[in-house]
């Protein structure tokens, strides 16, 4: 039997001990590239040198002086002149670039008074009165400017009448004073100037009267004078002779329903007849399909004619306002003799009739640009856009109040000017029927605006007339206003 504590037996021994090595060292060695030490040296550059030669070049051929022909050069001079003259004239008088301006942020669009005159009108007791501005009008250079006033009337004028003239200096100022006054038997309801003499005035009275002055003559400036209507004259206007371009007649409209054409003759000082027109309401009271007539107006036998204008592209056309708002399309050319036992030899003129105004027409005027298109403006408060062979308008611009005149704005062919009861002037693109607010550097009394007048040559300058006898001068920014 094997004893079994001898097996299992407990024995010690002694630790035995070593070195510790926590620390490692490792082994490196340095090695070197094998580049070639940087270095710097400057060397010289040797250039060659050029050197520049003239040459010489024989010429072969020998120089000759030859006289000039004088006589030639003179008629080759005259030949070519007036080419170059023409040329050099529309360089100078073109406008293209008239109102160029670059704007900036510093642009003043401000509408400035320049300064307000009082005009004083001759009541029939010889006192200065009161009354409104009738007309008011540039001459064709715009150094000049012709005023009219007067009274209401109710039936006939028995008061004195004159004509203004106001230079427009050159601190761009009308004169405090009128520079003539040109007296005339009854009140001046109209006045045109000349469109290429500014010395030619000519007037029409509420009478019927017609007056020819020559503003430049300070010692007997009447040139003619003679009554041309039974009733008060409601526009005048110098117009081209439709067979003759070169010649101008002078054209008179009346409350007694004619217009008339006339011959004006400067050397001999005279107006003689060329043809009447007299303007009868439609027949049986119809326009067109649509368009009726108030019986009051076709009761009437002879319609008073308010305003008319002349085309400046279709010289035989022009279109006549009526009383009681209708608008008359006419033809010089066209127009057919009335027969009847009048003594006075008349033509119809009509060719159509358009949609008439609800109210009283104050103007009507052509576009300047657009040959097939007319405006009218009256007391409705409505500015129409009619094209001559569409009966309806093409565009109605409703304004605030009614409208006593209207002007086209030169080089400004989208800007329409109008002034009326609202008492401001009144600024419209045309094109799109929409109103252009305007800024004024002054507080404005609002007064019933009679009269607008823009200076042709200084277009800025706008000269506005109302109901008590003012005019006021303006500074209107119209091409910052497009």
């Known amino acids: 039997m094997v004893n079994m504590s001898n097996m299992f037996t407990v024995k010690h021994n002694e630790c035995i001990g070593f070195e510790s090595r926590w620390k490692v060292k490792k082994l490196s060695t340095d090695t070197t590239t094998q580049t070639t030490e940087f270095s710097v040296s400057e060397k010289a550059c040797s250039t060659l040198e050029h050197e520049s030669k003239d040459v010489q070049t024989i010429s072969t051929e020998t120089e000759t002086h030859k006289e000039v022909d004088m006589e030639k050069l003179?008629?080759?001079?005259?030949?070519?002149?007036?080419?170059?003259?023409?040329?050099?004239?529309?360089?100078?008088?073109s406008k293209v670039l008239k109102n160029y301006k670059l704007l900036d942020d510093n642009t003043d669009v401000t509408c400035k008074l320049i300064q307000q005159l009082k005009v004083n009108a001759i009541n029939e007791n010889g006192d200065k009165a009161l009354s409104k501005i009738s007309c008011a009008i540039w001459n064709y250079?715009?150094?000049?400017?012709?005023?009219?006033?007067?009274?209401?009337?109710?039936?006939?004028?028995?008061?004195?009448?004159?004509?203004?003239?106001?230079?427009?200096?050159?601190?761009?100022?009308?004169?405090?004073?009128?520079?003539?006054?040109?007296?005339?038997?009854?009140?001046?309801?109209?006045?045109?100037?000349?469109?290429?003499?500014?010395?030619?005035?000519?007037?029409?009275?509420?009478?019927?009267?017609?007056?020819?002055?020559?503003?430049?003559?300070?010692?007997?400036?009447?040139?003619?004078?003679?009554?041309?209507?039974?009733?008060?004259?409601?526009?005048?206007?110098?117009?081209?002779?439709?067979?003759?371009?070169?010649?101008?007649?002078?054209?008179?409209?009346?409350?007694?329903?004619?217009?008339?054409?006339?011959?004006f003759s400067n050397t001999e000082a005279s107006l003689t007849p060329k043809i009447v027109f007299k303007i009868k309401p439609p027949i049986f009271g119809k326009l067109n399909h649509s368009t009726t007539v108030p019986i009051s107006l076709t009761s009437k036998e002879d319609l008073g004619i308010i305003c008319f204008n002349f085309s400046k592209h279709i010289p035989d056309l022009f279109i006549v306002a009526l009383e009681g708002g209708l608008i008359a399309r006419c033809s010089v050319l066209g127009s057919t003799k009335i027969k009847g036992p009048d003594k006075n030899i008349a033509f119809d003129p009509i060719f159509k009739y358009y949609q008439p105004h609800k109210g009283e027409i104050a103007s009507?005027?052509?576009?300047?640009?657009?040959?097939?298109?007319?405006?009218?403006?009256?007391?409705?408060?409505?500015?129409?856009?009619?094209?001559?062979?569409?009966?309806?308008?093409?565009?109605?611009?409703?304004?605030?109040?009614?409208?006593?005149?209207?002007?086209?704005?030169p080089h400004e062919q989208k800007l329409l000017a109008t002034c009326g009861q609202k008492g401001t002037l009144e600024v419209y693109n045309f094109m799109n029927g929409k109103a252009i607010d305007l800024v004024f550097n002054t507080k404005i009394t609002k007064r019933n605006l009679t009269s607008l007048a823009i200076n042709q040559k200084r277009e800025n300058y706008v000269v506005i007339g109302n109901d008590i006898g003012d005019i006021q001068l303006w500074n209107v920014p119209w091409n910052i206003l497009t």
Request: proline share 4%.
């Open 74 to 93: 003179a008629e080759w001079l005259n030949r070519i002149y007036p080419s170059v003259k023409k040329q050099i004239d529309n360089v100078n008088n």
């Open 364 to 409: 009507v005027k052509f576009s300047l640009t657009h040959k097939d298109m007319f405006l009218t403006c009256g007391t409705d408060g409505e500015i129409r856009i009619y094209l001559i062979d569409q009966d309806d308008p093409a565009q109605i611009i409703f304004t605030k109040s009614g409208q006593n005149d209207l002007s086209f704005v």
């Open 141 to 263: 250079s715009g150094k000049c400017l012709a005023v009219s006033s007067n009274f209401k009337h109710k039936s006939w004028c028995y008061h004195p009448g004159q004509a203004l003239i106001y230079p427009f200096s050159r601190e761009e100022k009308l004169s405090e004073n009128p520079k003539k006054r040109l007296a005339t038997e009854s009140c001046v309801t109209v006045l045109k100037f000349h469109p290429t003499n500014d010395d030619i005035l000519a007037a029409g009275t509420f009478t019927g009267q017609v007056y020819i002055w020559n503003v430049s003559n300070d010692i007997d400036p009447l040139l003619c004078n003679l009554s041309v209507h039974e009733q008060a004259i409601t526009q005048i206007s110098w117009v081209n002779d439709a067979e003759n371009s070169k010649n101008l007649n002078l054209a008179t409209s009346s409350t007694d329903g004619l217009l008339k054409m006339w011959i």
